[in-house]
């Protein structure tokens, strides 16, 4: 590459023009992607279980970033007729719709028990949400994607895949479906100029405290990773603005551990 076209790239991709649907923004990873696309340049629209907190994510971003830059959708994204609502809501808010960031889990309301001891229907709620969900947003969002001819769908796995974790066995193989639809799904929709990835994070410290890590988890946690510090959403951030930016494209159907090095696939 010339050395003036390298001087022209941005360390941080600018998603300007672009719409991002962050799915569970309310709080936590999602609320720092919002914040952080905003940032980036992109009009947001999160989509999310909580209203309240959907909201003030929303109101945060547009502090941020200007007015008018985010809007927040009540939706469950286990429910297919909200899921479809919601998408061309934001869409029509926006113009188009560019990303698709499925973020939206149950995960940290979750108690570590044996897999015996996990009530049936607690299993199947995680299981719609976290794998319906991935699914009927990307159904929703890929035909407007299409149409453009661009699209990124970037969903949030876990490490926990990769390391088998044991103690919350719906919650693992619902991330483990995630990294197979990811591939899978890249196949059919790659003709059209979407990509489909997924990102896999580690033990990911936000403002939500989980009553299920203990202080010997946490020191646990350390001993596991290469990089001895606690993993914030914000190493997230870089990795999925770079899979949602232009310079992105090429690269579809991977899972990307950040991990501070507790995991090599
Ligand atoms: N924090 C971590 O250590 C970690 C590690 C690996 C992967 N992840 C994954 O990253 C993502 C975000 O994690 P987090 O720690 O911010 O989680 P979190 O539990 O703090 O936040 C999840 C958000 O999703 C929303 N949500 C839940 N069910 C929903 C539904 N049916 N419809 C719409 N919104 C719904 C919640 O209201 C909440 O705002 C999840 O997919 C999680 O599985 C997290």
Redesign the pocket.
Same mark, same amino acid.
């Given at each position: 590459m010339k050395e003036d076209k390298m001087n022209d790239m941005q360390a941080t991709p600018s998603l300007a023009g672009r719409v991002a649907i962050i799915?569970?923004?309310?709080?936590? &990873?999602?609320?720092?992607f919002a914040k952080g696309f905003a940032a980036a340049g992109a009009k947001v629209g999160i989509?999310?279980?909580?209203e309240e907190?959907?909201q003030s994510v929303a109101t945060e971003v547009d502090q941020q970033s200007g007015p008018g830059t985010a809007i927040s959708i009540q939706?469950?994204?286990?429910?297919p007729a909200a899921v479809e609502a919601a998408v061309a809501a934001v869409a029509n808010k926006f113009g188009r719709l560019d990303i698709a960031i499925?973020?939206?889990? &149950?995960?940290?309301?979750l108690k570590m028990r044996g897999f015996e001891e996990i009530p049936f229907d607690e299993w199947s709620a995680v299981m719609?949400?976290?794998v319906d969900?991935v699914m009927l947003v990307s159904k929703a969002c890929v035909p407007l994607m299409r149409a453009q001819k661009h699209g990124r769908i970037i969903n949030?796995?876990?490490?926990?895949v990769t390391m088998g974790r044991p103690f919350y066995l719906h919650?693992v193989t619902?991330?483990a479906a995630v990294v197979g639809m990811t591939r899978a799904m890249a196949r059919e929709v790659g003709t059209d100029g979407i990509t489909v990835n997924a &990102?896999?994070?580690?033990?990911?410290?936000?403002e939500?405290e989980?009553e299920t890590v203990s202080a010997e988890q946490k020191s646990q946690i350390l001993n596991m990773q290469c990089i001895k510090r606690h993993?914030t959403?914000e190493d997230?951030l870089a990795s999925a603005l770079y899979l949602a930016s232009d310079g992105g494209g090429f690269v579809t159907g991977q899972s990307i551990a950040i991990?501070g090095g507790t995991t090599f696939r």
């Open positions: 799915t569970g923004g309310g709080q936590g &990873i999602g609320r720092v989509v999310e279980l909580n907190k959907g939706a469950d994204v286990a429910d499925n973020n939206a889990a &149950i995960f940290s309301t719609r949400v976290n969900g949030i796995s876990s490490g926990v919650y619902s991330k &990102i896999l994070p580690g033990a990911t410290f936000t939500v989980r993993e959403p997230l991990d």
